[in-house]
Each structure stands twice: as C-alpha cells, then as structure tokens.
C-alpha cells in the first residue's frame, strides 16, 4: 500500500509562485514514476508533470518553461515548483504514482 499526502496550495496573484510537495509513505522504491496532474471545475484531468522511470522529467505544454517538478529520494518527496502562475492554472492539483493518487491540494490564481 502506497499513500501520497500533497501540501502547498494556496491563493496567489497572477504572476506568483508556489511551491507543492507531495510526499509518499508504504511501500514505495523510488520516486521515479511519480507525477502531478490537476483538474479544473468543468474539465478533466490533465497531466502536468512527471519524473520518468529513468529519471527524466517531462511538461504538459501549457506549462513548460514556468514549473519544475524534482523530487528527493531520500524523503520519498516530489516537488512541483510553480512560478509566473495564471489564473487558468488554477485547479485541485494532485500528485501520483502508478495506481495511487493523493488527495489533492488546491491552487488558486487571482487576476
């Protein structure tokens, strides 16, 4: 059994920045797989991020270039960095690993 607990939504202004952690307890090896995805009200799930099983890391388009996702082995913790947010990012931000989701954690974006 794998839990994944997320924190550091919040409301920001247009322009700001936030930073998620999503940390993971059980039975977990590596944090490679691990990603974050977020969904709206209204629209579906999306991908936003992820660390590949190589460790490589990969973006939706929408955000590249304003959010990085790294993550620390060591506390079993992946982080998504979010900078120059926009009103559209706002959404419930979830993170995941194969079949396990966290709750989510809420972001807001004022204009």
């Known amino acids: 059994q794998v839990q994944l607990v997320e924190s550091g939504g919040g409301l920001v202004q247009a322009g700001g920045s936030l930073r998620l952690s999503c940390v993971a307890s059980?039975?977990?090896?590596?944090?490679?797989?691990m990603g974050w995805f977020r969904q709206a009200p209204g629209k579906q799930r999306e991908f936003v991020a992820g660390?590949?099983?190589?460790?490589?890391?990969n973006y939706a388009d929408s955000v590249k270039g304003r959010f990085t996702i790294s993550g620390d082995n060591s506390k079993n913790t992946v982080y998504l960095q979010m900078n120059s947010l926009k009103p559209e990012d706002t959404a419930l931000y979830y993170c995941?690993?194969?079949?396990?989701w966290g709750q989510g954690t809420q972001v807001t974006v004022s204009s």
């Open positions: 059980g039975r977990i090896l590596s944090i490679n797989g």
């Open positions: 995941a690993w194969y079949d396990y």
């Open positions: 660390i590949t099983r190589g460790g490589s890391t």
